[in-house]
Nanobody, 128 residues
């Protein structure tokens, strides 16, 4: 089991910055990646960014250059990781609930199986 707790959301003016934090604990060593998703009102949840076990990072094309995902290696242990999402030059369309995600990939009977763990989300509101 993996537990995820997000923090750092809030209200910011357009052009401002926020840094979200995700504290992941439990069997975190099993996670292939930790990432962020977001869901705006009336829209489907969309993927934002991820950082893999090997510290590779990926971003949604529309967010490259403004958002940065990172891991706090100084605070990480076997059972705890802290992952940040630095968001700069925020726009009103970035308004959403941001969710931390941990993805665990296994191969039972040679079939890829993905288990997702989610935090409760943190609200980000960008005013124009």
């Amino acid at each position: 089991q993996i537990q995820l707790v997000e923090s750092g959301g809030g209200l910011v003016q357009a052009g401002g910055s926020l840094r979200l934090s995700c504290v992941a604990n439990g069997n975190i060593i099993a996670a292939d990646s930790i990432g962020w998703y977001r869901q705006a009102p009336g829209k489907q949840r969309e993927w934002v960014a991820r950082i893999t076990r090997g510290d590779n990072t990926d971003y949604a094309d529309s967010l490259k250059g403004r958002f940065t995902i990172s891991r706090d290696d100084a605070k990480n242990t076997v059972n705890l990781q802290i992952v940040y999402l630095q968001m700069n030059s925020l726009k009103p369309e970035d308004t959403a609930v941001y969710y931390c995600n941990a993805a665990v990939i296994t191969y039972p009977h040679s079939i890829i199986k993905r288990d997702d763990y989610w935090g409760q989300g943190t609200q980000v509101t960008v005013s124009s």
